[in-house]
């Protein structure tokens, strides 16, 4: 959990907050003093949506304020309700010729403030009418009096209500629509730890290997504890049991039939990356299409319903054929609904889902690409033993290496190069041990291995230096293999290692001195011009070593304000392709 803060006070930042939200979107309207968010384009001959809670969830509610949406959202303080005022100053805000619906989840708070205002906007005359939204598994029936919690399920409610009142919809279609929709979303969260509050300075915070599943919004505490934590798939399997077992008589709160089309969304609470985020989508819809029989008409993820910075995220699964059962629209008006387009912050998360296709016809293979034949009169061949060694020698050393390489790259870099040298050396391993790759003593079939390894496995600056360095060796190596004759093999090595650095220079300024692989690669080069591979070695151990010594002027690492004369690690690239060499060496 971080603990740190641009804005160290809460007080005046859910207002400021407010005001930079609105900065998006033109046609919101900001009432400051009631935090009220409203579309100032909204259709006065449609059903007026309003929902809100507690500060701290953005994009809710305000975030969802406009077309084919809210037609006004109400902000509390930090995880606390608005007050009954800014929730009367809001119906008043976008008053609707068919009827206004409160939407909130239900939290002690909300249900309350929004209800005194719902009885009060009647008395007032407004046509009114309220839907709370409960749909965490987690409690279960007995846990609790006050029912099922919200989640970011009810997003997807305030979506099709939405919708529906964008075409045309009536106060109680509109309304039906939206309790039957409720009612068939089950969802429960999961967190690596709790958020953090501005101002705060006591907060529940998960130990190292626990997790808890069924966590709430506002730093509740989970349902469960689970340590040691499991694996994601485990994880996942976890929340689609709780959600979807509907043996369960605690938890078996919506049924899926053979055919029912569901709906999937996932809230980031704030604090998940959306690589994991992406990956999470993907485990969730492996397993739903393989234990559950699901595979969802409608995705939605990001950030829907926030805690803060927290690091979690909640699951919301729904039966929309079983909604359109208990309301007046088709399960295919309800996709629409879900579908129709708005100018909220809904877009980022739900992309373009109106044609679907089966998911697996998502993924598809690249085409095989013919290795080039190697012609014999161009190939440079050496003893299959020696090579093998040789080869498997520099990849030992450098996945030992990779620990240290990994550290000083943290400290430099961007922290890869040693998982990238390592995931290459592996590479080679495997192609050795599967297509006895050394078999032949082939040097020219070794680089093209090497280049298909770095250009499919290899990313990164390291990668893309190797890549052309290899290719261009081998091009040297095959167009001069008349010299291993006429003047020698060592002759051959230095002309195709300097032709390859000569390419290199084309496409990088990296030199003796920048810290950079260079350092060793070009005193590697040079060394071997005297006919000795282990004057090419002592050169490149010099040349890595040297790199201690030096500021860089290159890549990442210049921007880290390196201070030279407190000493520094060797540059990771310069001192791996060190290690590779003197591990070729050792075979020898």
């Given amino acids: 959990m971080s603990k740190r803060h641009l804005f160290q006070s809460p007080d005046g930042l859910v207002t400021k907050a407010l005001r930079g939200i609105v900065a998006y979107n033109p046609s919101l309207g900001l009432d400051e003093t009631n935090r009220v968010v409203f579309d100032s384009a909204y259709d006065k001959s449609n059903v007026s949506i309003i929902s809100g809670g507690g500060s701290g969830h953005e994009p809710a509610w305000s975030g969802y304020v406009g077309q084919n949406m809210l037609a006004a959202s109400v902000a509390g303080d930090i995880f606390a309700s608005p007050s009954t005022k800014q929730i009367l100053a809001a119906i008043d805000r976008v008053p609707s010729e068919k009827g206004t619906i409160l939407v909130v989840t239900n939290y002690t708070g909300d249900c309350l403030h929004f209800g005194l205002a719902n009885e009060k906007a009647i008395a007032k005359g407004h046509k009114c009418k309220m839907i709370i939204?409960?749909?965490?598994?987690?409690?279960?029936?007995?846990?609790?009096?006050?029912?099922?919690?919200?989640?970011?399920?009810?997003?997807?409610?305030?979506?099709?209500?939405?919708?529906?009142?964008?075409?045309?919809?009536?106060?109680?279609?509109?309304?039906?629509?939206?309790?039957?929709?409720?009612?068939?979303?089950?969802?429960?969260?999961?967190?690596?730890?709790?958020?953090?509050?501005?101002?705060?300075?006591?907060?529940?915070?998960?130990?190292?290997?626990?997790?808890?599943?069924?966590?709430?919004?506002?730093?509740?505490?989970?349902?469960?504890?689970?340590?040691?934590?499991?694996?994601?798939?485990?994880?996942?399997?976890?929340?689609?049991?709780?959600?979807?077992?509907?043996g369960d008589p605690e938890r078996g709160y919506v049924k899926f039939r053979a055919g029912d089309e569901a709906m999937l969304l996932v809230s980031n609470f704030g604090g998940m990356s959306h690589l994991e985020m992406g990956a999470l989508v993907d485990e969730l819809l492996e397993q739903l299409a393989a234990n559950w029989n699901l595979e969802p008409v409608r995705i939605s993820c990001g950030f829907l319903e926030t805690s803060l910075n927290a690091p979690a995220f909640s699951v919301s699964i729904i039966n929309a054929t079983a909604a359109a059962e208990n309301c007046s629209y088709s399960a295919e008006e309800i996709k629409s609904f879900f579908d129709a387009r708005t100018n909220t912050h809904w877009e980022s998360t739900a992309g373009s889902q109106v044609v679907r296709r089966p998911r697996k016809e998502q993924f598809v293979q690249p085409p095989t690409e013919p290795r080039k034949a190697i012609e014999d009169t161009k190939d440079l061949r050496i003893d299959p033993t020696?090579?093998?060694?040789?080869?498997?020698?520099?990849?030992?050393?450098?996945?030992?290496?990779?620990?240290?390489?990994?550290?000083?790259?943290?400290?430099?870099?961007?922290?890869?190069?040693?998982?990238?040298?390592?995931?290459?050396?592996?590479?080679?391993i495997a192609a050795l041990d599967s297509k006895n790759l050394a078999a032949q003593g082939s040097v020219i079939a070794v680089l093209q291995e090497l280049e298909e390894i770095v250009e499919g496995k290899m990313g990164g600056t390291l990668g893309g230096i190797l890549g052309i360095f290899f290719v261009s060796m081998r091009t040297a190596l095959e167009e001069n293999i008349s010299l291993a004759q006429s003047q020698g093999l060592p002759q051959l090595w230095a002309l195709a290692v300097r032709t390859a650095l000569d390419n290199l220079r084309r496409y990088t300024p990296a030199k003796v001195g920048d810290r950079t692989v260079m350092d060793t690669l070009i005193p590697f080069a040079e060394g071997l011009l005297s006919g000795q591979f282990a004057d090419g070695v002592e050169a490149a151990v010099k040349g890595a070593e040297l790199t201690k010594t030096l500021k860089p002027r290159l890549g990442r690492a210049t921007y880290v304000g390196a201070d030279t004369s407190k000493g520094l690690p060797p540059d990771p690239g310069a001192w791996g392709a060190m290690v590779a060499i003197k591990g070729l060496q050792a075979g020898i």
Wanted: with cysteine; glycine share 14%.
């Fill in 133 to 246: 939204c409960g749909d965490d598994v987690s409690v279960g029936r007995k846990g609790s009096l006050v029912g099922r919690r919200g989640l970011a399920g009810q997003i997807g409610v305030l979506k099709v209500m939405g919708g529906a009142a964008g075409a045309g919809g009536s106060l109680d279609q509109v309304y039906d629509l939206g309790m039957a929709f409720s009612q068939q979303i089950v969802s429960i969260a999961a967190t690596l730890d709790h958020c953090h509050v501005p101002g705060r300075t006591e907060h529940a915070m998960l130990t190292d290997g626990e997790m808890e599943i069924g966590t709430g919004p506002h730093n509740e505490p989970g349902y469960k504890k689970l340590s040691p934590a499991p694996s994601a798939q485990e994880l996942v399997n976890q929340i689609l049991t709780y959600c979807l077992n509907e």
């Fill in 386 to 428: 020696v090579l093998d060694k040789m080869l498997r020698g520099a990849c030992a050393q450098l996945i030992e290496a990779e620990p240290d390489l990994t550290k000083w790259d943290t400290v430099m870099g961007d922290g890869d190069c040693g998982e990238t040298l390592k995931t290459g050396a592996s590479c080679l």
